[in-house]
Every structure is written in structure tokens, then in C-alpha cells.
T-cell receptor, first 114, second 111 residues
Framework: QKEVEQNSGPLSVPEGAIASLNCTYS??????FFWYRQYSGKSPELIMS??SNGDKEDGRFTAQLNKASQYVSLLIRDSQPSDSATYLC??????????????WGLGTSLAVNP | EADIYQTPRYLVIGTGKKITLECSQT?????MYWYQQDPGMELHLIHY???????EKGDLSSESTVSRIRTEHFPLTLESARPSHTSQYLC??????????FGSGTRLTVV
């Protein structure tokens, strides 16, 4: 079982709808969680960081973290065609020596249809 | 304005050549990473570093080496390029607990 799991999609939503992206992780002591957006042919871009349970909102984006259930989600409100991209979930896990290593999900492809 | 720089942006090179991909960041981040990514595919960690004089192997490191002599600089070297090395190489940096910032990448083609 991969340490960070995402549905590969594609997730297709109509313009203006809410897109919901989910990510589960296996390391119970993880403390840092990230959502990235990657357009085709481009580098991943950090769009949300979340460190504590609950919701964190930034514009049309809301990240939700539930450490007890080991999942983190990303909601995109009022989805636009320009939101069409692959969304990557990343989790900082603790390695030996108290070092932290970033573990990535495979990404969910989102298509927003006009 | 980019805070993490990768050069060259594109590179076409012959089989057997030695190449070094450059990566520099101006954010003072301790952690740096090299990833390989083919179009539409997942990120594969090649090497990473926790700080100066620290280097660790990732999943695909066996045919490349890195060095971290200065905080801001993390070059990746392929001793003998092969067509199977054709891919996009992404450099990133982060604070200890923070998210990673990526460079624009180097698209390598080995002919």
C-alpha cells in the first residue's frame, strides 16, 4: 500500500460546480500536508498547506484535514476551466533521526467543462 | 520572479556523455530535492538533501550523483547518459516542515 493515495480520476465537473479531491495517508504521525496543482508540461505549484485538523480556506480553495481518519481533502468552489490540471497531494513523514521526507500521491486529474 | 533556478531549460545530448544539471535557490531552504517525471506520470524522487554535506538516495538514484557543498546549490550529475534517461528533471527546495517550491525543470533528451 502506497503511503499517500489519491484517486487517479479523471474527475470531471461542470463550470461553477464544487470539485472535491481526496487523499489518504498511512503515517499516523505526519504533521504537514500539501496540495499542488500541475498543468501539463509544467512544474507542480503549491496551492495549499495545512498543519492542523479542520478547514483552511484561501480564496476558492479549502483544504480539510482529519488526522484521526488520516485523510486530507481539497475543495475547489466555483470551478473554472483554468482549474483543469492534475492535483497532487504530498505529506511530510518523519524518518529516522527526526528528519522529514515528502511523500507524494500519484495525482488526480481534474477536468472542468465549460 | 523565480526563487529556484534550473539550467539548462532544454538539453539534447549524445549517449555516453557526462552531464550536470544545475539547480540553485535563493530562499535559504535547508532541504533540496531532485525528481524525475515523464509526461502524465508520477514524480520519482532521485536524490534529496537535508542540508550542506547531506545527500540521500531516492527511488531512482543508481545512475546519478549529487553534491551539496553550499546551501543554495544542488547539482545533479549523470556520468554516462543513456536514452532511458530522457525525461523531465525537476529540482525543488523546502524548509524543514514546509511545502516544496519547484524550479521550471530541465527537459533532457539523450539521442
Amino acid at each position: 500500500q502506497k503511503e499517500v493515495e489519491q484517486n487517479s480520476g479523471p474527475l470531471s465537473v461542470p463550470e461553477g460546480a464544487i470539485a472535491s479531491l481526496n487523499c489518504t495517508y498511512s503515517d499516523r504521525v505526519s504533521q504537514s500536508f500539501f496540495w499542488y496543482r500541475q498543468y501539463s508540461g509544467k512544474s507542480p505549484e503549491l496551492i495549499m498547506s495545512i498543519y492542523s485538523n479542520g478547514d483552511k480556506e484561501d480564496g476558492r480553495f479549502t483544504a480539510q484535514l482529519n488526522k484521526a481518519s488520516q485523510y486530507v481533502s481539497l475543495l475547489i468552489r466555483d470551478s473554472q476551466p483554468s482549474d483543469s490540471a492534475t492535483y497532487l497531494c504530498a505529506v511530510n513523514i518523519i524518518e529516522a533521526g527526526n528528519n522529514r521526507k515528502l511523500i507524494w500521491g500519484l495525482g488526480t486529474s481534474l477536468a472542468v467543462n465549460p | 520572479e523565480a526563487d529556484i533556478y534550473q539550467t539548462p531549460r532544454y538539453l539534447v545530448i549524445g549517449t555516453g556523455k557526462k552531464i550536470t544539471l544545475e539547480c540553485s535557490q535563493t530562499m535559504g531552504h535547508d532541504k533540496m530535492y531532485w525528481y524525475q517525471q515523464d509526461p502524465g506520470m508520477e514524480l520519482h524522487l532521485i536524490h534529496y538533501s537535508y542540508g550542506v554535506n547531506s545527500t540521500e538516495k531516492g527511488d531512482l538514484s543508481s545512475e546519478s550523483t549529487v553534491s551539496r557543498i553550499r546551501t543554495e546549490h544542488f547539482p545533479l550529475t549523470l556520468e554516462s547518459a543513456r536514452p532511458s534517461h530522457t525525461s523531465q528533471y525537476l529540482c525543488a527546495s523546502s524548509t524543514r516542515q514546509g511545502g516544496a517550491t519547484f524550479g521550471s525543470g530541465t527537459r533532457l533528451t539523450v539521442v
